[in-house]
């Protein structure tokens, strides 16, 4: 299995360990630093500590984490171009799988100027990017968010993250790839298993966004056991599970 979005600087080891024992061999883990930040220096050491710490970490417990770097809309205060420039050479040299995780939060200038910047960055170095929407006023930023992001990059190289029953409706008619992410306050297996009863497995990756907020990094086994549960066909499964990610992500 592949959790397609935790944040792996967040967690313990012991948390890696019932993952990798649940069923997850692979995760991609994205960047979040989850306070105001006066230097984009701090903001870089964060992500170096991903790139070069994390992943040892998390493979200490027998799971392949792969990488997602950026400037999350909570970090937009800063100057980015030293983090843009990094970007550039980190995906030169193949370290991330995508740009991410990046979108808009409160919709300022700052997050709206460096979201465009990402996607452009992705479409100039044919990357993917994985697009964060907020818990509040969902719907308001993802209009936004679908119209940006067209004028920028190709939807077909984008993940919109955080997906709910609300906004379904306002995303399924993209070339978007969608995350649903199992987590109290966004939604719950059940949910999950609705949306994919009613919109098929093929656009869909499941995650459990683990991370400094209330998390539960096995929602992503639970989801695909309650899946097998209903008796769904093992080839659907295995597109949440695992392959849509491999396909996406090209891991």
């Known amino acids: ?145 679908l119209e940006i992001l067209p004028q920028h990059l190709d939807e077909s190289q984008a993940v919109i993250d955080h997906i709910n029953p609300d906004v379904i409706k306002d995303v399924i008619t993209t070339d978007c790839m969608l995350g649903l992410t199992v987590q109290p306050q966004k939604i719950d297996k059940y949910d999950a298993v609705s949306i994919l009863d009613e919109y098929g497995f093929d656009r869909f990756l499941l995650n459990s966004d683990m991370s400094n907020k209330p998390s539960d990094p096995l929602s992503v086994p639970k989801t695909i056991e309650e899946l097998k549960k209903q008796n769904y066909d093992k080839s659907e499964i295995e597109k949440i599970s695992h392959k849509n990610a491999e396909k996406f992500f090209k891991l």
């Open 1 to 145: 299995m592949i959790d397609t979005h935790i944040h792996a600087d967040a967690r313990s080891g012991e948390d890696f360990k019932e993952m990798y024992q649940a069923g997850i061999d692979r995760a991609i883990t994205c960047s979040y630093y989850p306070y105001r930040i006066p230097h984009e220096m701090i903001l870089l050491n964060h992500l170096n500590r991903i790139l070069e710490y994390d992943t040892k970490r998390a493979g200490e417990y027998g799971i392949d984490l792969k990488v997602a770097l950026g400037i999350h809309p909570t970090n937009s205060n800063i100057d980015p171009e030293n983090i843009f420039d990094c970007l550039y050479g980190w995906i030169e040299n193949r370290a991330i799988v995508a740009i991410g995780e990046i979108g808009l939060e409160d919709l300022t200038d700052n997050e709206i100027d460096i979201f465009k910047r990402q996607l452009d960055i992705a479409d100039e170095t044919g990357s993917k990017v994985i697009i964060h929407t907020p818990r509040k006023n969902k719907k308001e930023v993802l209009d936004v968010i």
